[in-house]
Structure formats: C-alpha cells, structure tokens
C-alpha cells in the first residue's frame, strides 16, 4: 500500500523525484472550546505520511477526542480518521509558519443528561450527537527547527462540530415534536506537537 501511495503522489508532482520523498510524522495535542454544546475538549492525534519536498507534506492519521463533563452533558468522545495536506514555508529555517488542513470522518459517543433534554413544562431540545460525523480541521501556525529531522509546532485550529436538536415542548406531561434543525458549533484549539 506504501508503494501505491508513492508511486501515485510521484505521479501527481512531476516536478518531485523519488530521492526527494521522506517519511515524517506528527504527534499533537490540542485543547480549547466551542461556542455551543461543550465548554471544553482536548485531544491527541498521530499523523505519519511522506515529506515531498521542503514544503509539501501528505499524510494520514487518527484523532482522539474528549469532551470533560459539564452541567448539560456527560463525558463523551469522538474518534476520527483523516487524510492530512500541510505547507511548510521551507523546513530548514530556524522558525517557518505553516498551514494544514485535516479532512476525515469520525465516531461520536454523548450520553445526555436530563438538564439539557430538559423535564419541566415549556420548551426544550433534545440533542443528537451520537454517531457519524464529518471532520473538517484547518491549522495555521509556526514550526520551531529542532534539528534536520525534527520540530515543535505550534498552532491554533478551527474545528467546527455538526449537530442536531429537536425542539419539543411538554405540557402536563404531553410531549410535542417539531422538526430536527441541524447545528453547528465552532470550536477554536491551541495545539502543541513534535514532528519527527
């Protein structure tokens, strides 16, 4: 599958040669908040790929994150796979900003509490967060040159969060459904990680 990779890469960037192809690695964490539905999440990823020239990187990799308990949800988390575009404006610099962008799909899994969903009369909204859910994750930040092979990173993202709600109100007991609307929820991260 290695092979494939390469020889398909080789071909898109004729401008690359095979001698010019490295095998590189990251190792992140990340930490920060959403707008809406968590207050917090932190999380790690490992992406490995080729480097295929001092600036352009392709790669892939998985994601782990978790979201702490707060007073609406309990713990829950989300692992994604995705495939990883980054640009290095030129590797052998002591300091070289970058930018990158992580495309995949991961798994979420949320248990609601009854806060959120609600238990009174009037109106609430049920969350639905569990199951498939797309990853869009574009990077900007400043790579530190540790040596030839390897670098510390670091980085802020943009990870929006796709859910839906389903509004209802309950009246003596009496539950009312309206249509799901689909949310989104934008989540801003610090991110710290070593390339190697």
């Known amino acids: 599958m290695k092979k494939v990779i390469i020889s398909f890469l080789v071909a898109l960037l004729s401008t690359t040669t095979l001698s010019a192809i ?12 959403y707008t809406s ?13 080729i480097q ?8 892939i990799g998985a994601n782990l994150s978790l979201y702490p308990s707060d007073n609406d949800f309990d713990t829950g988390s989300q692992f994604a796979l995705f495939g990883d575009i980054r640009y290095d404006f030129g ?5 070289s900003p970058y930018i990158d962008l ?3 799909s991961g798994i979420n899994k949320e248990y609601y509490t009854s806060d959120r969903v609600g238990e009174g009369s009037g109106s609430h909204d049920y969350y639905d967060i569990d199951g498939n859910m797309l990853l869009i994750n574009p990077s900007i930040g400043a790579r530190l040159r540790l040596s030839s ?3 510390l990173n670091f980085g802020l993202s943009y990870i929006p969060f796709f859910y839906k709600i389903h509004p209802y109100t309950r009246n003596n007991g009496v539950e009312e459904y309206g249509e799901w609307k689909s949310k989104i929820s934008n989540g801003i991260f610090f991110n710290f990680g070593i390339d190697f």
């Open 22 to 33: 490295d095998y590189r690695g990251f190792f992140d964490l990340k930490g920060g908040s």
């Open 52 to 59: 295929l020239n001092q600036n352009l990187y392709f790669g």
């Open 102 to 104: 992580k495309l995949g």
């Open 149 to 151: 092979k390897c670098g």
């Open 37 to 49: 539905v968590f207050n917090a999440t932190i999380g790690v990823s490992t992406t490995h790929g």
């Open 91 to 95: 590797l052998t610099k002591k300091w």
